[in-house]
């Protein structure tokens, strides 16, 4: 199985400021990671995968990094918006797994204020 | 839309009821998952689902069981064995190379 770790359960960040999430896992290093986001009472939304061999990500806002050495990701988003505001999740799959189960953190919640 | 659906959203269930959640999906995915979700805890898998007539144990899957009959369905039966059921539910789907497509999810309580 996967440790994952979610560092700070919550992050507060002023409107147009980059808010940055760390996801870091303890065993085998993943074939690629996956950030979803939460609303409220609703099922996590896919934003990005980002693969072993790929360093960095980008989608509009959005800015992810995979880190082997460290074990570690670093999930960005620039020029936040109050809308911004969910939780935050990180997600890596069972090595060596065919049947794309996923391991999850427990999430980071950001608030972003005007 | 292609997407899950899953219901009800709410549920009540009473001690030593068996209660069934229903998942839909118009995907045409061949894997589906089933994750309970508990507050400040992440996701954790109960079963999956990879074809028809087929399905393995996640990692809590004591006091649950599941059927899938039909591609586009993986009903999640919570049964009077699990001891603590309250908690969100949420159904996925999953197509290789891409992330999973989550389903609304139905919150259970037991009264």
């Known amino acids: 199985s996967q440790k994952i770790e979610q560092n700070s359960e919550a992050l507060n960040i002023q409107e147009g400021k980059t808010a940055t999430l760390t996801c870091n896992y303890t065993?085998?290093?993943?074939?690629?990671l996956q950030w979803y986001r939460q609303d409220p009472g609703r099922g996590p939304v896919f934003l990005l995968l980002i693969r072993e061999n790929e360093k960095e990500k980008r989608k509009e806002r959005l800015k992810v990094t995979f880190d082997t050495t460290l074990k570690q990701s670093l999930f960005h988003i620039t020029a936040s918006q109050p809308a911004d505001s969910a939780t935050y999740l990180c997600a890596l799959p069972d090595r060596g797994s065919t049947l794309g189960r996923l391991y999850f953190g427990r999430g980071t919640q950001l608030t972003v204020w005007p | 839309d292609g997407g899950i659906t899953q219901s009800p959203k709410y549920l009540f269930r009473k001690e030593g009821q068996n209660v069934t959640l229903s998942c839909e999906q118009n995907?045409?995915?061949?894997?589906m998952y089933w994750y309970r979700q508990d507050p400040g805890q992440g996701l954790r898998l109960i079963y999956y689902?990879?074809?028809?007539?087929?399905?393995q144990k996640g990692d809590i899957a004591e006091g649950y069981s599941v059927s899938r009959e039909k591609k586009e369905s993986f009903p999640l039966t919570v049964t009077s064995a699990q001891k603590n059921p309250t908690a969100f539910y949420l159904c996925?789907?999953?197509?290789?190379?891409?992330?999973?497509?989550f389903g609304s999810g139905t919150r259970l309580t037991v009264v």
């Open positions: 065993n085998y290093s993943p074939a690629y």
């Open positions: 996925a789907t999953h197509r290789t190379s891409l992330g999973y497509t």
């Open positions: 995907l045409n995915h061949d894997a």
């Open positions: 689902s990879q074809i028809v007539n087929d399905f």
